[in-house]
């Protein structure tokens, strides 16, 4: 497709030219100019603006993220050069943290709202949950320049302090980049074990009711991603608590133990090998900055999936008290929902048509550009990156093991069911909604993610094998292909063509 000459004049001025790094989900709850305010946020709270980014909605609901690798890297030095000043890393972490309680607190507000409240305060009591989630998440976004490229920070500081010791680098990275703390995920699976345990203890009926009612609760929304909402019922939890009907209390009770427990393990598997081999500072900074990074990244994806319920009643009551459809809503920038609120125009028809087709947001510290239509589709395809045919990819190892199955190819919930026990799930990214057909998988290859991502905390997890950043699993796999994933050296082979 031709260039225009607004998207040339672009690209010129921003200087923006292939190879990128592409990040992409489907989603429906991401304003278009979202990533823009997350950055400038971060930017505000450090002093350190750092620009542009470019962000796309492309045919609707397909998300993509494009940074160049020069980018990551000032990101990355702008945060260490941060960090060695004046106990930043300490005091990035205690504001996050609180950030993160500000939410939580404005979570209960909105989510206390009686469905018949006047709109006047629902809508301002949304902007008091919508500001608090901006700025929760923009605290945590540092995550995402370090996650990717492993291989330009940590990884190289593994390598070295393996070589000096004669250690396995495909062994340490895994443990070393291991989290300290659970993910949501597990914690969820915590509270159904301790639910099973008291009823194999005998509890009554009515206590068990009980204790589920108020699991479903607190975790209604954990099958939520980007762009699938919905509100799992109690009949759902009560069947995954069905599961464990035929496990003893010394069962249970292990298999409680074993999740209570990795945390701790993780920490002190990394003290005694570091007694046993001393790592220099700047690699033990970095494994002190993967474990924050891993709280922080499991954290937020936790309130994109429970906030993503809250911006769906919104909408939908924004939609009848204002006469807009709801796709037409999705369409709309933060900024211009907080206009329309505040009495100004909505956005055209013609320009919401257009923006299903193809959104390209980019932002510097001054300007902000929003293209929609063809014009955001020429940049796309320039962005865009073909890959010829081949029949092996490399990736970042985020779980050792060596395994061959069929490839199933997950993009989206209705995709988990085609999983089956001993399959090669294939993703873009992993996401919570997808732990159940992790579970039958035998090992896990995405195109995206770093060394915190939720495939190789799960992985780690379940002790399954996993490659990550493999870039084009997706485009280069297809359902039915065998394939070896061999994460012992972090190579997934194509055995045979469907």
């Known amino acids: 497709m031709e260039l225009t000459q607004r998207a040339q004049e672009l690209i010129k001025k921003y200087d923006l030219n292939p190879p990128f790094i592409r990040k992409e989900a489907q989603a429906d709850f991401y304003y278009p100019d979202f990533v823009q305010l997350l950055w ?8 350190e603006y ?12 397909l998300v993509c993220v494009f940074y160049t690798s020069a980018k990551l890297k000032e990101v990355r030095d702008q945060y260490l050069h941060l ?21 939580e ?47 330009k ?16 680098a495909n062994h340490s990275f895994p443990l070393l980049t291991s989290p300290v703390n659970l993910s949501f995920v597990a914690e969820e699976e915590l509270g159904l074990l301790r639910i099973a345990l008291i009823r194999a203890r005998g509890s009554s009926e009515e206590q068990c009711r009980d204790a589920l009612s108020q699991h479903q609760a607190a975790w209604f929304w954990i099958r939520n991603n980007y762009s699938d909402i919905q509100v799992l019922p109690l009949e759902h939890f009560k069947n995954r608590l069905d599961e464990y009907q035929d496990m003893s209390v010394s069962e249970i009770q292990e298999k409680i133990s074993h999740l209570e427990g ?13 007694k046993s081999f001393p790592p220099s500072e700047k690699l033990l900074l970095f494994v002190k900055l993967n474990e924050v990074f891993a709280e922080m990244q499991d954290i937020r994806k936790k309130f ?170 997706t485009k280069i796999f297809k359902d039915g292909d065998l394939v070896e994933v061999d994460a012992d050296r972090g190579v997934v082979t194509l055995v045979e063509r469907v």
């Open 262 to 274: 990795l945390p701790e393990k993780h920490i002190i598997d990394k003290q005694n090998i570091f």
């Open 50 to 61: 750092i620009g542009p980014y470019t962000f796309f909605f492309i045919r609707h609901n």
């Open 304 to 473: 994109v999936l429970e906030s993503n319920h809250y911006h769906q009643l919104f909408l939908q009551r924004l939609s009848l008290e204002y006469d807009i459809p709801m796709d037409e809503l999705i369409c709309y920038s933060h900024s211009e929902v907080r206009a329309l609120l505040q009495g100004e125009s909505r956005v055209s028809v013609e320009e919401v048509i257009r923006r299903r087709h193809c959104v390209f947001a980019i932002t510097d510290q001054d300007t902000r550009y929003v293209l929609s239509g063809e014009e955001a589709e020429g940049i796309y395809q320039a962005f865009a990156h073909i890959h010829d045919d081949v029949n092996f990819l490399n990736g970042v190892i985020a779980q050792k093991g060596k395994v061959s199955g069929r490839v199933k190819i997950v993009m989206r919930s209705a995709d988990i069911s085609k999983v089956e026990t001993g399959d090669i799930m294939v993703s873009s990214m992993t996401r919570p909604e997808m732990v159940a057909a992790m579970t039958k998988a035998a090992a896990f290859v995405t195109n995206e993610g770093g060394i915190t991502c939720h495939a190789a905390i799960v992985a780690r997890e379940m002790k399954k094998p996993c490659i990550i950043g493999t870039k084009s699993a």
């Open 40 to 47: 400038a946020k971060w930017g505000a709270y450090t002093g």
């Open 105 to 151: 607190h404005e979570i209960l507000n909105f989510k206390a709202l009686a469905p018949n409240t006047p709109f006047e305060h629902y809508a301002e009591t949304y902007i008091k949950f919508c500001d608090a989630y901006i700025y929760q998440y923009a605290m945590g976004i540092i995550p995402e320049a370090f996650g990717l490229e492993p291989e």
């Open 153 to 168: 920070w940590i990884s190289t500081e593994i390598e070295t302090w393996c070589q000096h010791y004669s250690q396995d």
């Open 83 to 103: 960090v060695e000043h004046d106990n930043f890393l300490e005091r990035h972490y205690t504001d996050w943290r609180q950030s993160t309680k500000n939410f």
